[in-house]
């Protein structure tokens, strides 16, 4: 049983940056965070939860929506079991509750997800 546990939200200005974090706690009986595929998804009010970023077990590999890329960066600390995203130049359409999300596969779907934190709030003014 993997654990997440989102931080980091709040209200910032557009252009501005935020950076979120996520703490993942992983029983002793089952594979360490390191084993897992990590992401981040997002959904706005009255809208679908959509993929924002995602980042291998080891880090090598990263994949982004078109909306955010070269924008927001993902990154991960395994041996903290730690998952970040860095978001800069935001825009008022990244409002969104934001989520991380642990995976067994390499999937950019959030129904092929399998551990998900509570989600943190992000607000983007004009």
């Known amino acids: 049983q993997v654990q997440l546990v989102e931080s980091g939200g709040g209200l910032v200005q557009a252009g501005g940056s935020l950076r979120l974090s996520c703490a993942a706690s992983v029983r002793a009986s089952v594979r360490a965070l390191s084993a897992y595929n990590m992401g981040w998804f997002r959904q706005a009010p009255g809208k679908e939860r959509e993929f924002v970023a995602e980042i291998s077990w080891d880090a090598r590999n990263t994949v982004y929506a078109d909306s955010v890329k070269g924008r927001f960066t993902i990154s991960r600390d395994n041996a903290e079991n730690m998952l970040y995203l860095q978001m800069n130049s935001q825009k008022t359409e990244d409002t969104a509750v934001y989520y991380c999300?642990?995976?067994?596969?390499?999937?950019?779907?959030?129904?092929?997800?399998?551990?998900w934190g509570q989600g943190t709030q992000v607000t983007v003014s004009s």
């Open positions: 999300a642990g995976t067994n596969g390499w999937s950019q779907r959030p129904k092929d997800n399998n551990y």
